[in-house]
């Protein structure tokens, strides 16, 4: 057997953030080999995530990050064990790394394709093996669980909490930053669950109408007054039933979504909301 080297074993710690013994070991299973001993380490990582796989991930965080000129923006979720590592310094600066890549390879749109990117701490690196080496340091379950994307003009919004994160895709020439960031804090509070009428159930929203019309004809109104007043109605049950563009604006209720994105010549086209343990 090699000898181990107490210079080799701290080489091999400073390069992996992990325990001086499971290094030592590492380099005794290698033959002193450093390459391999890091493979023989990435490996004991992948046994630790078989090992809790079935363990519940119910903490995490969601990182967005745009571009410079704001055309484009991407959101990740990674989710984990406990609230200690969602808020660690490791997880973080491996969010902050994945979000960086996927915003400068705009033709990855799968977390399998993402962790095939070049990592940014070394040469011949990839996300993967950052992943695995921050497993075998960690030595809880952490899954990177979802990527999404949108291209101006668009919103963002992680709460401070790093557990609520949502992206907002509107259309329109012009893009305002601070309107569109209001809108997506909105989707955070207010949950709508549609952006539009048209994708709720139409049968839900046939039988709604066909109701409140029976209900405005046993007034004995005329037709005309009947259609504004069931009109009316049916704005405030999808208001009820969490469409956007119905919601009053959580930044100035004295308007709807649709109303004040209108005013600045836009139009809501979709969002992504994302909760963390929820």
């Known amino acids: 057997m090699a000898e181990i080297t107490a210079a080799a074993v701290k080489a091999l710690r400073e390069m992996t953030d992990l325990p001086m013994m499971a290094c030592k070991k590492a380099l005794q299973e290698a033959g002193g080999d450093q390459d391999k001993a890091i493979e023989i380490l990435r490996e ?3 046994k630790i995530q078989l090992k809790r796989s079935d363990n519940a991930t119910s903490e995490g965080r969601i990182t967005v990050l745009s571009s410079d000129d704001g055309s484009n923006t991407v959101m990740l979720e990674i989710v984990c ?43 011949g690196k990839t996300l993967n093996d950052d992943f695995m080496d921050m497993l075998n340091k960690i030595r809880e379950k952490i899954v990177v669980s979802k990527i999404a994307r949108a291209k101006a003009p668009s919103g963002s919004y992680v709460h401070h909490d790093g557990k609520t994160g949502v992206l907002f895709q509107a259309a329109g020439e012009s893009a305002d930053a601070e309107l569109l ?43 005309n007054i009947i259609e504004k007043i069931v009109d009316g109605r049916m704005k405030t049950f999808f208001v009820e039933q969490g469409v956007l563009v119905y919601q009053p604006f959580a930044v100035d209720d004295s308007k709807t979504v649709s109303q004040a994105l209108a005013e600045k010549g836009l139009e809501a086209v979709s969002f992504t909301r994302w909760a963390i343990g929820g």
């Open 44 to 46: 004991e990582a992948g």
């Open 81 to 123: 064990e406990s609230a200690p590592v969602a808020g660690g310094e490791d997880l973080t600066n491996f969010a902050n790394a994945c979000a960086a890549q996927l915003l400068a390879n705009p033709e990855v749109n799968t977390v399998e394709d993402l962790l095939k990117l070049d990592s940014e701490k070394a040469a």
């Open 181 to 223: 960031r209001g809108v997506a804090m909105h989707i955070a509070a207010l949950k709508p669950t549609v952006v539009k009428e048209d994708e709720l159930d139409s049968a839900v929203v046939a039988e709604e109408r066909n109701r409140l019309v029976e209900e405005a004809k046993a007034t004995g109104k005329p037709d």
